[in-house]
T-cell receptor, first 114, second 115 residues
Framework: AQSVTQLGSHVSVSEGALVLLRCNYS??????LFWYVQYPNQGLQLLLKYTSAATLVKGINGFEAEFKKSETSFHLTKPSAHMSDAAEYFCANSPSGGYQKVTFGTGTKLQVIP | DGGITQSPKYLFRKEGQNVTLSCEQN?????MYWYRQDPGQGLRLIYYSQIVNDFQKGDIAEGYSVSREKKESFPLTVTSAQKNPTAFYLC??????????????FGSGTRLTVV
């Protein structure tokens, strides 16, 4: 069975500080991994995805994530937080090959302090 | 612009009523999904459909029903059998082989409240 675990349901950072949101996956096969962002009362928007082409994945809004197989991790980072980054972030996992359902983590709410 | 349209944005249901949430996409995606979102629980899959006239139960299908008569449309009915329907409902779509490779496109959601 595949799953993802997001460490920390709430994370607070100061504006301009490093953003680090943690995600660990468990999968019996090389996974496809995603990060989504959700603003209040809206749907989810894809930030970035890992599909085995490169371990460091760059996404929108200055975010990036690094796939580390040895640590089964796919943490999301941004060098400098902006007020507009305040939102909820979801890590998601899907096994490789054909049609597959996606499993979502429970989400991490990011607060950016001025 | 292509996308997914969910309506209504807010919906109120009385006890014992069935209500239907609309989801329409113009992305020409084969697969469509319904998720339920509750605070602190992430997204839970209710139903999904890979092709027209075919759909599968997800993890929490009890008390819900769907249809897929057209590629563009995947309405969700919340029946009176669903005992705790108050939640935020999200519809998503992906291309045929895309759930693994391309990610989902989401609608803006419907917030359902029991009154």
């Amino acid at each position: 069975a595949q799953s993802v675990t997001q460490l920390g349901s709430h994370v607070s950072v100061s504006e301009g500080a490093l953003v680090l949101l943690r995600c660990n996956y468990s999968s019996s096969v090389p996974p496809y991994l995603f990060w989504y962002v959700q603003y209040p009362n809206q749907g989810l928007q894809l930030l970035l995805k890992y599909t085995s082409a490169a371990t460091l994945v760059k996404g929108i809004n200055g975010f990036e994530a690094e796939f580390k197989k040895s640590e089964t991790s796919f943490h999301l980072t941004k060098p400098s937080a902006h007020m507009s980054d305040a939102a909820e972030y979801f890590c998601a996992n899907s096994p490789s090959g054909g049609y597959q359902k996606v499993t979502f983590g429970t989400g991490t709410k990011l607060q950016v302090i001025p | 612009d292509g996308g997914i349209t969910q309506s209504p944005k807010y919906l109120f249901r009385k006890e014992g009523q069935n209500v239907t949430l609309s989801c329409e996409q113009n992305l020409n995606h084969d697969a469509m999904y319904w998720y339920r979102q509750d605070p602190g629980q992430g997204l839970r899959l209710i139903y999904y459909s890979q092709i027209v006239n075919d759909f599968q139960k997800g993890d929490i299908a009890e008390g819900y029903s769907v249809s897929r008569e057209k590629k563009e449309s995947f309405p969700l009915t919340v029946t009176s059998a669903q005992k705790n329907p108050t939640a935020f409902y999200l519809c998503a779509s992906s291309s045929g082989q895309g759930a693994s490779n391309y990610g989902y496109t989401f609608g803006s959601g419907t917030r359902l409240t029991v009154v």
